[in-house]
Structures are given as structure tokens and as C-alpha cells.
């Protein structure tokens, strides 16, 4: 069974880091890309980051160049999303998804057609 489990959110203050992991399990991550979406309040779901199966290459949101990361660690079959000076605006649930193709802003792409639980993540002082 196909799976990806999000988690690491939480409580940050602003400029605060936080790690969010994706475990992926029923395939592995060598194979398949995968992308972080966010989700904030009162907003619709956009795809912000991805990250290729076979070679690694990254894809990611404007805003967060110099800021956030996308990486992966095959052996742990995980894809990580590193969040440094966090913002308020940053807010938001996060999912990670399986995909068969990635633009940044947009909803789509998804190999299994299904949502994950997501991780909420909380800017705040």
C-alpha cells in the first residue's frame, strides 16, 4: 500500500527553525518524485517544493529560496522539508505527495489522487 506520512510541525517563533519529514512506504523514493504542498489558513493547497526520484533535483518556491531546502534520504526512504527564520506567513498545514509532475503554486500532479494527514505548523511569538 502506498503511504506518506507527514510529521515534525509544530509551535515556532519567528526566525525559528523546524524539520518536516515525509516517510514513504509501499515504494521507494529512488524511483518516485515528491513535492511538499501548504495549505494556509483560508487558503487553497499549493505545491511549493519537489524533489526528482531518480537523480534528486529540486524544484522550489521563489519565497523560499535561501530559506527552506528540500533533501532526501533514500535509505530512510524520507523526504525532508528544512524551514530556517521562519515567518508568520508561514503558517500553514503541510503534505507531502507522490507526483507525477510539479508546478509550483498548483494543487496537481498527484500519483494517487489522495491527501495525506499533513503536519500544521505554527508561526507565532
Known amino acids: 500500500q502506498v503511504q506518506l506520512v507527514e510529521s515534525g510541525g509544530g509551535l515556532v517563533q519567528p526566525g525559528g527553525s523546524l524539520r518536516l519529514s515525509c516517510v514513504a512506504s509501499?515504494?521507494?523514493?529512488?524511483?518516485?518524485?515528491i513535492a511538499w504542498f501548504r495549505q494556509a489558513p483560508g487558503k487553497k493547497r499549493e505545491g511549493v517544493a519537489c524533489?526528482?526520484?531518480?537523480?534528486?533535483?529540486?524544484t522550489d518556491e521563489e519565497s523560499a529560496k535561501g530559506r527552506f531546502t528540500i533533501s532526501k534520504d533514500n535509505t530512510k526512504n524520507t523526504v525532508y522539508r528544512q524551514m530556517n527564520s521562519r515567518k508568520p506567513k508561514d503558517t500553514a498545514v503541510y503534505y507531502c505527495?507522490?507526483?507525477?509532475?510539479?508546478?509550483?503554486?498548483?494543487?496537481?500532479?498527484?500519483?494517487?489522487?489522495?491527501w495525506g494527514k499533513g503536519t500544521r505548523v505554527t508561526v507565532s511569538s
Open positions: 505527495a507522490a507526483i507525477s509532475f510539479f508546478h509550483v503554486g498548483s494543487d496537481t500532479g498527484l500519483i494517487t489522487g489522495s
Open positions: 509501499g515504494f521507494a523514493l529512488k524511483y518516485t518524485a
Open positions: 524533489i526528482t526520484g531518480s537523480d534528486g533535483r529540486t
